[in-house]
């Protein structure tokens, strides 16, 4: 019996759809998690590249995207960051750094 998709999956496909919502397809450019624990909580940590046409929708996004809330099955999104951005010409390329913890 599947689980579904994983929380890397589960995060980018939430990423890619809270970003379309607000006017600005993304496009994944790479994508790569590890494993992560504390005493008391398991998840992981990502690190997420996208990139998108420049717009003004696309900067509101980036700027709001901390203060987002994430839906995923069996995790619950405790931070994100813009870490990167790189603008080119009419094109701008972030990174987007997370960590989920799982629900217990």
């Known amino acids: 019996m ?6 890397a999956t589960q995060f980018e ?10 006017g ?5 450019v790479e994508s790569d998690w590890t ?4 005493a008391t909580f398991n998840g ?4 997420v590249t996208v990139s998108a ?4 929708a696309l900067e509101r996004w980036l ?3 901390p203060e987002a809330e994430f839906a995923l099955r069996n995790h619950l999104v405790a931070d994100v960051a813009v870490t990167v951005q790189r603008r080119c ?4 390329t972030a990174t987007v750094e997370a960590l989920t913890v799982e629900e217990r």
């Open 2 to 7: 599947s689980r579904g998709p994983d929380a």
């Open 13 to 22: 496909r939430a990423l890619l759809a809270q970003a379309a919502r607000a």
């Open 24 to 28: 600005c397809p993304l496009t994944l």
């Open 35 to 38: 494993r992560w624990a504390s």
């Open 44 to 47: 992981a940590r990502h690190v």
């Open 53 to 56: 046409p420049a717009s003004s």
């Open 63 to 65: 700027e709001e995207l």
């Open 89 to 92: 010409a009419d094109a701008v």
